[in-house]
């Protein structure tokens, strides 16, 4: 037995399967959950080198919550490159044109800025409604 902290590699990963539904909840409690499962934070083998992270799938995205007036102030940028192409809308537009990319954009930011962060958030699943395709998977429901 070693004196020494076990390290995992990337052959010892196992990855599991998790199911939220985001209906009613907060954005910013649900997108620090699904963060830490796509890290793999969550498990005793974690390894901040390794992608150790799980598969998250979320549902409802349409319906998620925030608290105050962010509904009206949260504003999304984005820019064109082209002068004066700077895009902006805020929350409640988002969620009506894009209410995926809300739960997206939440986590990616929670994530490392590095290979491993982009890894990490193409397990991410996000759908609108209750209904997913990845039910052969049979992922686990979290419930926050």
């Known amino acids: 037995m070693s004196k020494y902290t076990k390290m995992q590699k990337k ?28 890290m793999g934070k969550h498990k005793p083998s974690y390894t901040p ?3 150790g992270g799980d598969f998250v799938i979320v549902t409802n995205a349409e319906k998620i919550a925030v608290t105050g007036k962010k509904l009206l102030d949260k504003k999304y940028y984005r820019h064109s490159g082209y002068p ?45 409604g209750n209904e997913h395709v990845h039910s052969a998977q ?3 429901r979290i419930d926050l």
């Open 84 to 128: 004066g192409g700077l895009k902006v809308r805020n929350l409640q537009e988002m969620l009506e044109k894009q209410p995926t990319e809300v739960i997206r954009k939440a986590v990616e930011r929670m994530l490392p800025k590095n290979k491993l962060g982009s890894q990490m958030i193409g397990r991410l699943k996000v759908f609108v």
């Open 49 to 51: 080198h390794v992608d």
């Open 11 to 38: 052959e010892e990963v196992t990855r599991n399967w998790y199911e939220i539904d985001a209906e009613g909840k907060i954005l910013g409690k649900v997108a620090a959950e699904i963060a830490v499962r796509l």
């Open 138 to 140: 049979k992922p686990e």
